[in-house]
Each structure stands twice: as C-alpha cells, then as structure tokens.
C-alpha cells in the first residue's frame, strides 16, 4: 500500500488520547507499517502527534534527534514531546501553518506544487552542512540492507513498481553493486516524496515533515524519489518541472539506480 488518509475508521491509540487531553483529535496519515499521524486543534492549541506501533520498525526518538538537528538550519517542524509505552511510540510536533502538497488544493494546482517540492529540496539541501551532519544514509549502507533483506526473506519483486517488476532479484542486485559515483554529497530529506512538502497559502515551499531517514548522501537520492512521487500524486510528465524547479537537469542513470534501490 501507499501511504495516505486512511479509507476506513481507525482506533486512536490511549497515548494519543493522553496526550491530546480531550481535545478533539483526527486521523490524517496511515503510512504502509502501521504509523498513524494524528491532528489536534483547539482554540488554545495546534499539534500533530506520529504514533507508531511497537515492532514496526519505525524510530520516533532517532527522527526526534534529527529533526532537532535539521531546525538549526531548515524549516521542520518544532519537537514538543516524545513517549514509548508498551505498545508504540509517538512524537508530538508543533503544527506549521501549510498544507502539505498532495492536499486537496494542491492536487488540483501540480505546477504550483511540483516548483514547491523542487525549489524546497533545492533550498534544503543548500542550507543543510554536510561537513556538521552527524547522521549517514549512504548508498553503501543501504544496499547492505536490501542485501539483508533478501536473506530474510522480505523481498518480493512482484509488489515492486512495475518500472523494475521485470527484474529478478539477483538481477536487481547486480545493477545496486554497480552504483554511480556521487557528483554532489548533500544532507537529504531520506523521503522527499510530495506529501512530505509543506507549502504556504501562496503556493511556496514552507518545511519539509518526516524525517527519520536524514543523513549525508548524493543529491540525487532524494531527487529521484522527489521526482517519481509527482507521477504517482499528480500525473506523469511534472518530472521535468521538478528539475527545472530544483535548477538541474535529469541523469538518467542515477534516476533508475535510486529508484530500484
């Protein structure tokens, strides 16, 4: 599944419920693991509450390190609060006045939203010091995941996207052994999919939301998922806006080798 509002009703868990004390509380994420995101407003406050469920796999206290790294130099959301009971984790964030670009309004406006997502990863990635990150995503480490994850068993080509469902594993594996050389290391986002933009009332990037993944690593791994969500958000053929909005023109190579991995 794709993340996405949920299609049907969904239990609010006690520690949401603890938290938000009485104030009204909607469900607005459901991500393809089980986390949940949750919205509160009230007259006197404004908060998002992630929740994620114990044994996902999900780590709320590394994307709180992060983010409390990342608001030094980009806009990302303020940490209000972390907890862990026996059943899940949540993090608590101050809400920022902005729709994020798969919102109603902004599905309806792509070429307002793809120039956002594109000018706003262009601006974090410029604002970010790699030389003061202390967090990696390297593509060495990740292929050593995927290399792991076929061991176990959790690699199953025909869930994958049918641009790569040709592939058999081991062919899969061979094109992620012969990876590109990077032509500009940057802090990237680690999921710079569209719903991850915030954009203001006017149509221009304001934040960047959901970063567990942070870490130095060649630009273009968050390009080539930046750009593969305007198909699957929008309509195919924004690729191009995307690029022109961040200010580079597409390699091909790097595209495909980013998206398969």
């Known amino acids: 599944m794709l993340a996405g509002p949920?299609?049907?009703?969904?239990?609010?868990?006690?520690?949401?419920?603890?938290?938000?004390?009485?104030?009204?509380?909607?469900?607005?994420?459901?991500?393809e693991l089980g986390g949940l995101t949750f919205r509160s407003t009230s007259a006197t406050k404004d908060f998002?509450?992630?929740?994620?469920?114990?044994?996902?796999g999900i780590d709320l206290r590394v994307e709180q390190a992060k983010l409390a790294w990342a608001s030094t130099y980009t806009s990302v959301p303020r940490v209000l609060e972390f907890g862990k009971d026996e059943k899940g984790s949540w993090l608590v964030t101050e809400a920022i006045d902005a729709e994020n670009a798969v919102s109603e309004r902004w599905k309806k406006e792509p070429a307002f939203a793809v120039a956002a997502?594109?000018?706003?990863?262009r601006a974090m990635h410029d604002a970010m010091p790699v030389d003061a990150c202390p967090f990696s995503w390297s593509t060495e480490d990740r292929v050593s995941t995927a290399r792991r994850r076929v061991v176990r068993g959790e690699t199953n080509p025909a869930k994958w996207h049918e641009e790569?469902?040709?592939?058999?594993?081991?062919?899969a594996l061979d094109e992620l052994d012969s990876a590109p050389?990077?032509?500009?290391?940057v802090v990237c986002h680690g999921d710079a999919c569209a719903p991850n933009t915030l954009i203001d009332h006017d149509g221009k990037w304001k934040a960047h939301v959901d970063m567990e993944r942070l870490g130095i690593a060649d630009r273009w791994a968050d390009l080539a998922i930046a750009s593969w969500s305007t198909q699957w958000n929008y309509d195919p053929g924004w690729d191009g806006l995307l690029y022109d909005s961040y200010g580079i023109d597409p390699d091909l190579r790097k595209i495909r080798f980013y998206r398969l991995l």
């Open 6 to 31: 949920p299609e049907s009703e969904i239990g609010i868990p006690d520690s949401v419920m603890r938290y938000a004390g009485g104030e009204p509380i909607e469900v607005v994420w459901l991500n």
């Open 48 to 56: 998002y509450i992630k929740w994620a469920p114990a044994n996902s």
């Open 117 to 121: 997502i594109g000018r706003g990863l």
């Open 164 to 171: 790569f469902r040709d592939l058999s594993i081991d062919a």
């Open 181 to 185: 050389s990077s032509d500009q290391l």
